[in-house]
């Protein structure tokens, strides 16, 4: 069983930064896109970032300039750097891979991993 492992995230203020990590295994990692997801309660999982095998990176609107998403071949690992966060980042965060798609889906998780808490203060 494929298993994606995040490690990150926690408790900062608004205004602070986080860096969220996850591991692949290596048989699968080069020739997929990964991607960062998240979902607050009571909500639908969204894409909060992506990046291709290729490195095309995608962001949802709402994290622009605030977060970037890269990946280490070298490490299996894809990270998300989160600065300026915001109460409205609250959420759980979820790393996946997976195939990309033509769709605005934009990916299509095979796999995900665990979920961490990221909470941001007022």
């Known amino acids: 069983q494929v298993q994606l492992v995040q490690s990150g995230g926690g408790l900062v203020q608004a205004g602070g930064s986080l860096r969220l990590s996850c591991v692949a295994p290596g048989s699968i990692f080069s020739r997929n896109a990964m991607g960062w997801y998240r979902q607050a309660p009571g909500t639908q999982r969204e894409l909060v970032a992506g990046i291709s095998s290729g490195y095309y990176t995608t962001y949802a609107d709402s994290v622009k300039g605030r977060f970037t998403i890269s990946r280490d071949s070298a490490k299996n690992a894809v990270y998300l750097q989160m600065n300026s966060l915001k109460p409205e980042d609250t959420a759980v965060y979820y790393c996946?891979?997976?195939?990309?798609?033509?769709?605005?889906?934009?990916?299509?998780?095979?796999?995900w991993g665990q979920g961490t808490q990221v909470t941001v203060s007022s």
């Open positions: 996946a891979l997976g195939p990309r798609t033509l769709e605005s889906t934009w990916l299509h998780p095979d796999y």
